[in-house]
């Protein structure tokens, strides 16, 4: 099974080239890294030919390397991370890129493919919604778990744990009404790090929520 994970990546370095900022089989799978630039180009090739064939996007997800591992994280603070399918050549594939950004106050942007997967749409509303991602060209990009009037994006690893405002529902004016937060900021869960391979060098675990 190896051999054959490595023979997607040597056929994905043959065909991108320089197009990959890396690729390497990490974690039981093979993991293309992407400068932005070449996202939908990638994207689009990879879904169409035969030789690929990835016509399922299963999963995407962001995340926040802001507290990643023992010492500080030095590259981009946040990436998006996309799950590939392959049904015709039963393979899998895991894409990643990472936004820039130009200020601590700016928000991360990629390109959206809503477009070449369709069940893209509510995946990048739900990593919009949790992380600040934005995804230029999306259809329909507003909150997907959040109530609309939700303050800051609560997966990020620097949301406070009580939130930044109370909601309830006031029965004298018939309506949810936002207050401050009335109790106190406290951490009751201890940051852990688990010496796995998730901390080795060059290897991070891109599926799920990364809460530190």
Not at 119 to 139: K, M, Q, V
Request: charged share 30%.
């Amino acid at each position: 099974m190896s051999d054959v994970k490595q023979d997607l990546a040597n056929a994905l370095q043959a065909r991108f080239g320089d197009s990959l900022a890396g690729c390497r089989v990490a974690v039981g799978e093979v993991t293309v890294q992407l400068p932005c630039e070449k996202l939908r180009e990638v994207c689009m090739a990879l879904r169409d030919e035969p030789e690929f064939s990835f016509e399922q996007l299963i999963d995407l997800c962001g995340v926040d390397y802001l507290e990643y591992g023992e010492t500080p994280w030095q590259g981009p603070r946040f990436a998006v991370v996309y799950h590939l399918l392959s049904v015709k050549n039963n393979q899998r594939l895991r894409l990643k890129v990472f936004p820039p950004l130009i200020s601590s106050d700016d928000m991360p942007r990629v390109d959206s493919v809503a477009d070449i997967w369709n069940a893209a749409n509510w995946y990048e509303r739900e990593a919009f919604d949790l992380f600040g991602i934005l995804f230029d060209g999306h259809p329909d990009l507003r909150r997907l778990l959040t109530d609309y009037g939700f303050i800051g994006h609560p997966f990020r690893k620097d949301f406070p744990l009580i939130g930044n405002v109370e909601m309830r529902y006031d029965p004298h004016k018939k309506r949810v009404v936002y207050e401050p937060v009335s109790i106190e900021p406290r951490i009751l869960v201890p940051r852990v790090i688990r010496h796995d391979n998730r901390y080795e060098e060059g290897v991070s675990s891109d599926k799920g929520v990364k809460r530190g």
